[in-house]
């Protein structure tokens, strides 16, 4: 199913619906060559030396050097981030506003870029078979190129003729005439199989013999290998089956619906029900409103800052801390790591609540400028402090100093795959040692800051054992040797409280809850309650 013998065809077909439909009436005359191509992607042989390699049937005036701008924009983007290791989700939106893409055709582009990015693996093992050619040695543009076209064949109802088509003609626009042809020959093989029997070959590919099944799932699922591995181990740590990989990762592959937070006493969750069409309660959090679509920057509570946008996993930790039965004094919290906000938000508007305030420390400036913004909609009363500073220092200048206090560690970001599209392939297994460090270092300054008997939350969007279980047990370890006394807290029991349909958490015996994308429809948020008692 390579692409040799593939490029007879012209691309001639009409354009289909939506963004699709913009190739109507433009002939992608580039595809009817049949020459050969080279490594790169250019021409050789007779085509070339003929001089009609590049040519079209139409004038010079007519070939098509301009390019749909919806994947246009998924095309900068693509490239955005591989050659400057930028973020999508900060890339994409302003590159839509500054090319006045909208509606659908954002909705296109946004869906376009995203699956692109999240599906890599996959269609990078795809393009192999198709090209005959491994991708390493495909140019960086053009392999994004492949990737585009690959993703709206396979993932997207996007007609094939269009898909190519319109590929095709952003290639000839970015990336010239030589490569174009090679695009549309790798496009073409692609084309001529659907996405179940290209599963089968992608996996056959790494897993002949069938006894490789998580090499299987890595490519087909399209993680990487170390990934599926780590998730998997965090499954059955948590009492779940094994099996539930190939359901978890499948959740990482989909785009998760946009989740709003009424913030308590500033927001209600019927306010943010009636802001959009198809908008609902949230599954688990009571704060919680899942938007059918839309745009959340048109709902004015969120413009005001009374709402924002949180996964519902996210909201339930941050409520979870808040619930946590405490003896004696409850008027201080600190969020140690609490850029941009989120969290820092739901804290101070429940503080606000029970006339306690909260303290928000972030170590970077801009980030805890963020937080500032976050937190505009809160009574002043309910904010003691944003301040800049290192959280691993907190626990030595404020020993006891606060009543909870909420440590949202930086990690590896692997349970929020599906909303941060490009982290899988950026992430590598010796982040973890690093963070592994900060993150011990954190949780056993925040067990300092708290005052005897007070509570602190461990929270991380991922739920690698090295970042999860592990750490914790470390740090209660060495807050033991500094003469501190730590329990552990039902984090289980106090989520119930919050979410009493919530199934699926461990009943193990363990006290911590790991949330999961294919049980919970949240990240994988990763929650340890521990009380300090001396
Ligand atoms: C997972 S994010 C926190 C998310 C935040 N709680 C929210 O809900 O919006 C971790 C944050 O910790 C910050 N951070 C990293 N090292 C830190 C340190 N030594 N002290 C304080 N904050 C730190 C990072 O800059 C990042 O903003």
């Known amino acids: 199913m390579s692409a040799d013998g593939g490029q007879g065809k012209g691309g001639q077909g009409k354009g289909g619906q939506g963004t699709g439909g913009r190739s109507e009436g433009r002939r992608d005359s580039g595809h009817q060559d049949s020459g050969r191509r080279d490594a790169r992607g250019r021409e050789r042989g007779a085509a070339r030396a003929e001089g009609r390699g590049q040519r079209s049937s139409s004038a010079p005036a007519q070939r098509r050097r301009d390019s749909d701008p919806a994947r246009a924009v998924a095309f900068d983007v693509l490239r955005a981030v591989d050659g400057s290791d930028a973020y999508a989700n900060l890339v994409l939106p302003p590159l839509l506003r500054e090319r006045g ?13 995203y699956g692109t990015l999240r599906l890599r693996g996959r269609y990078d093992a795809v393009i192999e078979q198709a090209a005959a050619r491994e991708t390493a040695k495909i140019d960086p543009p053009v392999l994004d190129l492949l990737r ?7 993932g997207m109802r996007v007609p094939p003729h269009a898909a190519v088509s319109e590929t095709v003609g952003l290639a000839r626009a970015r990336t010239g005439a030589g490569s174009a042809q090679f695009v549309n020959a790798v496009l073409r093989a692609v084309s001529r199989a659907d996405l179940p029997t290209w599963l089968g070959l992608i996996g056959d590919a790494v897993d002949p013999s069938g006894d490789e099944p998580l090499a299987r799932l890595s490519v087909v699922e399209s993680h990487p290998l170390w990934v599926v591995r780590a998730l998997r181990e965090a499954l059955v740590a948590h009492g779940r089956s094994a099996d539930e990989i190939g359901d978890l990762l499948r959740a990482d592959d989909v785009a998760p619906r946009v989740t709003l937070v009424a913030r308590p006493g500033l927001c209600t969750t019927d306010e943010l029900l009636g802001s959009g069409e198809g908008a609902s309660v949230g599954l688990l959090a009571p704060t919680a409103v899942v938007l059918d679509g839309g745009d959340p920057a048109g709902v004015t509570a969120v413009r005001e800052g009374r709402a924002g946008v949180q996964d519902e996993g996210s909201q339930l930790v941050a409520l979870a801390l808040a619930a946590a039965p405490l003896d004696g004094l ?43 913004q976050a937190l505009r909609a809160v009574p002043s009363g309910a904010v003691e402090e944003v301040r800049t500073g290192d959280g691993r220092t907190i626990g030595e200048d404020e020993p006891a100093g606060y009543d ?27 982040d973890l040692a690093g963070l592994g460090v900060l993150q011990r270092e954190l949780l056993t300054s925040a067990l300092r800051a708290a005052r005897p008997g007070g509570v602190v939350a461990y929270v991380t969007c991922s739920p690698h054992l090295a970042e999860t279980r592990l750490v914790v047990t470390d740090a209660v370890r060495a807050a033991t040797k500094q003469g501190l006394v730590v329990e552990t807290v039902d984090a289980a029991g106090v989520l119930r409280t919050i979410a009493p349909g919530i199934e699926g958490l461990a009943g193990d015996g363990r006290h911590d809850v790991q949330l999961w994308p294919h049980v919970h429809g949240t990240d994988a948020m990763h929650l340890s309650l521990l009380r300090r008692l001396a």
């Open 148 to 154: 585009l076209g690959a993703h709206q064949l396979l």
């Open 101 to 113: 893409i909208r509606g659908r055709d954002a909705g296109f582009a946004t869906e376009l870029t």
């Open 330 to 372: 409850d008027e201080r919290w600190l969020d140690l790591c609490a850029g941009p906000g989120g969290k820092a938000s739901l804290l101070a508007s429940s503080a606000a609540g029970r006339g306690a305030r909260l303290v928000a420390n972030e170590v970077q400036p801009h980030r805890a400028r963020l937080v500032e």
């Open 404 to 430: 909870r206090v909420m440590v949202d560690a930086p990690c590896t970001g692997l349970g929020a795959l599906r909303r941060r599209p490009e982290s899988r392939w950026r992430r590598t297994p010796a």
